[in-house]
């Protein structure tokens, strides 16, 4: 396996490609193992927002 690097410029639209490849990703089911098993829903309850600020602005 190999690591790929992206640099995101804020503001930047997506390219079509991008755009495309993010319609076709959507499409794949979410695949769990041993290593990322799914979470249940008391795990889920767990996670703390990291910028509360940013949760006053939403």
Sequence with gaps: MSTVTYILS????????EKEELRALE???IVYD?????????????FKR?????????
């Design 10 to 17: 804020k503001g930047e639209p997506l390219t079509e490609e």
């Design 34 to 46: 041993e290593d990322c098993p799914k979470l249940t829903e008391e795990e889920l309850k767990q």
């Design 27 to 29: 499409k794949h089911p």
């Design 50 to 58: 990291v910028n509360p600020k940013r949760k006053a602005a939403n």
